[in-house]
């Protein structure tokens, strides 16, 4: 095996989407090019290399674990993933000045921003406010110390650009992927799970309970907004949403969406993606959804016409409007009315949803992505 490379991220197996995605899949496909050693929040996923689960997210725990992998582990690359673990690194690296590792760091997303796109939208904004100050201080303790990032998305280093007034000398594009399951269309389960909705064409969402982020949360607030413009349509569409149930949801619910919960098992949340016939990125602009790149790929992977606010698209401007997606404004009812148009007229937007897959499979997968980090590692290391 070649070089050893340490993996530090938040992944937690106990919520496995948004910030799991990414250091789960890459270091997945990177044990192809390294001796791979996984340190997160829960690693219990992890089956393709040994972890260890620090079970905190305080950053004292961070340095701790990191000190321990540093020791018994002694890799050549360690790759934090995220703000926090790129600050535990970071601490590493100057306690040890004469490390014979090399540090890269990777930001998902850029923090500031979005809390301080969400400060007026949220129930808290001192708090939201709070946090948008710590980022902005610890993302910019990582960018002015000079160590090369790798970035989810190119939106990412123009906004850096523009609130630190700096662009990184080394900064690299790398967006997240998708997995084989949903690239594969001869796997496809058996049963319509939706059914008992049909004539209806199945409009999907994917909007999991988390509990750091609101984003979530404002794309099932626009969806119900949606659905209920078409209330009168339901022989035409349903509203699905993955990842919650009703007892979630405090306002009246219409009688055209349903809520499923957490799919926990992967075939079921497959069958209920196969099967959908629309994809919806319901996210205000106010949401800041940089989760959505993961939500966005897998539609597009599993051959559904999206359809998304502006938005729903940040970090992904290579999908472009009636090329690959409907592209909406972002009031509720021109979502609607685009959705009613797509679910009545499937066939005429069908070269849409070829376009979209023919450039995932060529540029999308999680082992594509992978093969270009590692290339980006192994470059950072032979300095």
Known sequence: ????????????????????TRPFYLGQYLTKHFDVFQLGLDCSSVDYAPSLSI???????????????????????????????????????????HSSYSLVLDFHTFSPYEYWMRLFSVANPFKEFAQCIKTYIAQGILIFS????????????????????????????????????LLNTEVFPD?????????????????????????????????????????????????????????????PIPSNI????????????IAHLKYADIALLPFSKQAVAGGARNKALDYFASRKLVVSTPEGLRGLEEFRNLEHLLVTGYSSEEVANTILDAASNTDKYQSLVDTAYTLITEKYSWNAKSQNIADILMKISAF
């Open 258 to 269: 349903s809520f499923l919960g957490f799919l926990p098992k992967r075939e079921d949340f």
């Open 191 to 251: 049963k319509d799970p939706y059914q008992a909705f049909r004539p209806a064409k199945i409009v999907v969402i994917i909007a999991p309970k988390t509990f750091q982020f609101p984003t979530n949360d404002m794309s099932v607030s626009m969806a119900i907004e949606v659905a209920k413009h078409l209330e009168s349509h339901q022989e035409k569409v349903h509203f699905v949403v993955i990842g919650r149930d009703s007892s979630d949801i405090a306002e």
């Open 55 to 97: 079970g905190s997210r305080s950053l004292k725990s961070y340095i701790q674990s990191i000190e321990k992998c540093i020791d018994e582990f002694c890799p050549d690359i360690v790759y934090a993933q995220e703000t926090l673990p790129g600050l535990a690194a970071l601490v590493s690296l100057k306690l040890r000045r």
């Open 146 to 181: 000079g160590i090369p990032i790798i970035a989810a998305g190119e939106s990412i280093p123009k906004l850096i650009s523009q609130w630190y007034g700096k662009t990184p000398q080394q900064i690299y594009s790398i967006g997240n992927g998708v997995t084989e399951d």
């Open 1 to 20: 095996m070649g070089k050893r490379l340490l993996i530090v991220s938040t992944l937690d197996s106990s919520q496995p989407f948004g910030a799991f």
